[in-house]
């Protein structure tokens, strides 16, 4: 055979082969794909906000058959559905507190969730919630992007996916990760205390169901199941951390994120456990504990917004204080919570767990009170209870279990999201830091970006949780961000006067008032 033809077989040969091997590469997804998930065609739209962010965002997406019916107080079951969702509006709020005492309406904007009815941002509530939102840019960046999966607090009795704070589109775009937030059901709908054979805590049953869901679908956006990161605040941060001791036999998740709240948190007791259910099955006509598991099927016939009044009776705070809360149940939730911990009984996944420097200081915000010594120092001793001491312990003990564990304390203030003089880095303040929503406020006429020490702090932020999520095991370490040890300098002081330089001091400084172990 000729030279030239030679050459030319062998030409062909490898355009054949690249060929053939081509067929095995999926195409980059084009902006606001149509996709195919288990809860079937899945059409998006690009985000309108940030403007040109070229990301696809898809809101609304059900991910559990509505817990209506027979599945009211029952564990979730999945979504399968052939049909087309037209992802463009965020599914209804879970069915929740009707409102808190008038406030500042930055507080009702930012607290957690927004999930209250706010002049001009009214709220549309339902039992049928289980809906899910996914921000993704699978067109650039990571072929198969590592995923945030993060769960809104409220105490457990209100919450929502649908407040400005927790749009996911600018962490999308800026870190090249998919950004997930599941709706999850509250207060007597997700923590019903109501007799056997009812499960409890089926919040955090809904919040499994979600990760589930990511997991089969998430490669459909672009994403990589391999690399899901659970993360949440307060109640969301609690969730988290519940999810690594109630898991570990099939743990999906590759690491952990919680923001002020870890499993150790002691959840308040209100007498036997059934109390409040039959306190409310008794105002709604289903009769009281004599009638044992017969309330059931009555309390699941029962119009839900007479169960939302009745729990408004037993409530404080316009429906944010009530006695339905989780509660050990030997699956989700374990009463020697502690004692798992300093055993080393947790998904070995790494972890990131942290707070804000003036935790509790939110409730000036809620009494329209003044910071003072006294009230700064009854503050300082109960935020020391709740978050500090639980979130020193349990890096310490993850660390001794063989799990990398970064701590951090969130410093900063801003006029922009500051609660009052004095009030300082409260409760849920580092939020929008977190997700770069600082200027995404229904109340703001034009937003802008926010540029100078804020627009630092806040990129600097995004940059360590994205680091983390793509990378949970390397990826802070090669930031400066060196794992937990309490006695060395390895605390993070987020945000420290302001700033967006690395700031590390010793953890035990922070935790003089904790008991000793």
Known sequence: ??????????????????????????????????????????????????????????????????????????????FKENGTVQADTYGADCLQGEGLPA??????????????????????????????????????????KAVLIFLYGGAFMVGTTNAPAYNGARLAAEEDIIVVTPNYRLNLFGWSHGPAPLPQNVALLDQRLAVEWVRDNIAAFGGDPSRIILSGESAGAFSTDFYAYAWKEDPIVAGFIAQSGVASFPMPEFGNLTDPWFAVAGMVGCGGAEKGVETVECMRRVDSSELQRAVGNMSVGGGLLTPFLPVPDGKTIFADGPAKSKAGDFIKKPMILGENNNELNLLYAFAKLSPGPLLNGITSLASNAIFTCGIATTARDRVAGGVPAWR?????????????????????????????????????EAPARDEGEEGQVGRAMRGLWGAFVRDPVNGLVGKGWPVYKDQDLTLNRLGWENKAQLNLAKGNEYDAACPAT
């Open 1 to 78: 055979m000729l030279p030239f033809v030679k050459s030319l077989c062998f030409l062909s040969n490898i355009l054949a082969a690249v060929e053939a091997a081509s067929i095995h590469i999926a195409p980059r997804s084009p902006l606001a794909a149509t996709v195919r998930t288990t809860s079937g065609n899945i059409v998006g739209h690009e985000a309108a906000w940030p403007t040109n962010s070229g990301i696809s965002e898809y809101l609304g997406i059900p991910f559990a058959t509505p817990p209506l019916g027979d599945l009211r107080f029952a564990a979730p079951k999945p």
């Open 103 to 144: 406030s500042d309406p930055r507080t009702l904007d930012w607290l957690l969730a927004g999930g209250f009815s706010v002049k001009g941002y009214p709220r549309n509530k339902s039992e049928d919630c289980l809906t899910l939102n996914v921000w993704a840019k699978p067109q650039t960046g990571d072929k198969k």
């Open 408 to 444: 951090y304390r969130y410093m900063s203030t801003w006029n922009n999201t500051g609660l009052g003089p004095g009030i300082g880095a409260y409760h849920s303040s580092e939020i929008p830091l977190v997700f770069g929503t600082t200027e995404h406020k229904p109340f703001r």
